[in-house]
Nanobody
Framework: QVQIVESGGGLVQPGGSLRLSCAVS????????MGWYRQVPGKQRELVAR???????NYADSVKGRFTISGDNGENTVHLQMNNLKPEDTAVYYC?????????????WGQGTQVTVSS
């Protein structure tokens, strides 16, 4: 079992920046991927950015060039630097962790953090 704590959401004006952080704690697990997803009411949760333990990253087309995901495997943390934010980035952002506990796979979510982009 892992514990996931997210931080960094808030209200920002269009064009502004925010940095989201996700910290994973627990014991007896090995992380294979961490990522950020977002969801607005009435829509499906969608991938924003994801990074794997092998160093592969991928981004939603809508955030390429504006958002950067970075991970610290040693600290079991992942950050999402969001620049040039737009009103359409408003959503609840969720951290996702894919891991192995022994040979058993796990896939857990954080509680979500609200990001609101508005003037």
């Amino acid at each position: 079992q892992v514990q996931i704590v997210e931080s960094g959401g808030g209200l920002v004006q269009p064009g502004g920046s925010l940095r989201l952080s996700c910290a994973v704690s627990g014991s007896g697990f090995r992380i294979s991927a961490m990522g950020w997803y977002r969801q607005v009411p009435g829509k499906q949760r969608e991938l924003v950015a994801r990074t794997t333990s092998g160093g592969i990253t991928n981004y939603a087309d809508s955030v390429k060039g504006r958002f950067t995901i970075s991970g610290d495997n040693g600290e079991n943390t992942v950050h999402l630097q969001m620049n040039n934010l737009k009103p359409e980035d408003t959503a609840v952002y969720y951290c996702n962790v894919v891991y192995y506990s022994g040979t058993y796979p796990g896939d857990d979510w954080g509680q979500g953090t609200q990001v609101t982009v508005s003037s």
